[in-house]
């Protein structure tokens, strides 16, 4: 829509929406200055913590406690959601001793998690507090209180969890994050823990998907070129190829269905020749700590089907076929 043909009440809409971002970027700058030596007290519980870091609270709370917890998961910290009203009914048994309990709840009167608190003690387990009043019966049973303050929620009524949600949401991934950036965790644990997606795959190695063992299509250089056909045709997943090594196992080029149908149009169909007289010589070949993406791109510059993987002896030790892109969504 052109904002010539919007209405009065079109711009009103956007105006009321503006603010509400605005409410909402006010409120979490809002926080910046309040984070200081509590902060760091929580920073080191949760670093040091021998268990696992449990995540509570209720209703628009809970919903920001269930994403603080899967980012900590995500990032290697381990974490469960515990749902207040379903602790007190059994779920209790997920907390142990040398777990650390972050409790959100912006007004810090919960009945819920009040109720909780008197049973986390008796357990032995801390508890962060994340609430906007530092007076709250939460806050009083905490052993450290992350203080988001009051703020003024970006609601028409002043009623609906807006601001004082996004706040919450900005000081758990402020926690998650500075805690990330303390810790020995790299790309490779990440994608450890991300395998699926466009995360997962933009940090996956070569040595995740290559084919090894029988399923890598061997033949030595001294074999007919029928022995060739044969490895390309009985080894497990068809892969269209061989790689033609020495005696030491190191790489001296590759046989492909292409190679073949080019020998056949061309009247040669003599398989008692050695395949070192057929083979593509010094191909384009990947190591094994490659990363998918830049071998995928090799492939499709090369236009080839197969990459053979090398290791720093030149050894063939895997080869990555495009039905293995396929396969993990690569192309």
Do not use: W
């Not at 052993?143 to 706040?167: K, N, W």
């Amino acid at each position: 829509m052109r904002p010539e043909s919007r209405s009065a009440d079109d711009e009103a809409a956007l105006t009321y929406a503006r603010g509400v971002l605005e409410a909402e970027a006010r409120a979490i700058l809002g926080v910046t200055d309040r984070l200081g030596d509590a902060f760091l007290r929580a920073l080191k519980l949760v670093r040091e913590c021998p268990g696992q870091v449990v995540v509570t609270g209720m209703g628009k709370a809970g919903h920001i406690g269930q994403k603080l917890s899967s980012t900590l998961a995500s990032t290697g910290i381990r974490s469960v959601f515990l749902h207040p009203a379903e602790a007190v009914h059994g779920d209790l048994g997920r907390v142990g001793q040398g777990d650390v309990i972050l409790a959100l709840s912006n007004s810090g009167s919960t009945e819920e998690l009040l109720r909780l608190l008197p049973l986390f003690k008796r357990m032995g387990t801390p508890v962060v507090a994340l609430t906007g009043d530092a007076d709250s019966a939460l806050a009083k049973g905490a052993e450290v209180v992350l203080d988001i303050g009051r703020i003024e929620e970006a609601c028409p009524m002043g009623l609906v969890p807006t601001a004082s949600t996004a706040a919450l949401h900005a000081v758990g991934d402020a926690l998650a994050m500075t805690l990330l950036r303390s810790r020995p965790f790299g790309r490779d644990d990440y994608a450890l823990l991300h395998p699926g997606g466009k995360l997962g795959r933009s940090v996956l190695r070569v040595y995740e998907l290559m084919r090894t063992g029988p399923a890598n299509p061997l033949v030595l250089d001294t074999a007919r070129l029928s022995q060739a056909v044969v490895v390309m045709t009985n080894t497990p997943g068809r892969p269209g190829a061989a790689c033609v090594v020495d005696r030491d196992g190191r790489l001296e080029g590759i046989f492909t269905d292409g190679d073949l149908r080019r020998l056949v149009e061309r009247g040669h169909t003599d398989f008692e020749v050695p395949v070192r007289q057929v083979m593509g010589k010094r191909p384009r070949c990947i190591t094994p700590d490659t990363l998918v993406l830049t071998a995928a791109a090799q492939m499709r510059e090369l236009k080839v089907d197969q990459l053979p993987v090398v290791d720093v002896e030149g050894r063939a030790v895997g080869l990555l076929d495009v039905q293995d892109l396929l396969a993990a969504k690569f192309v």
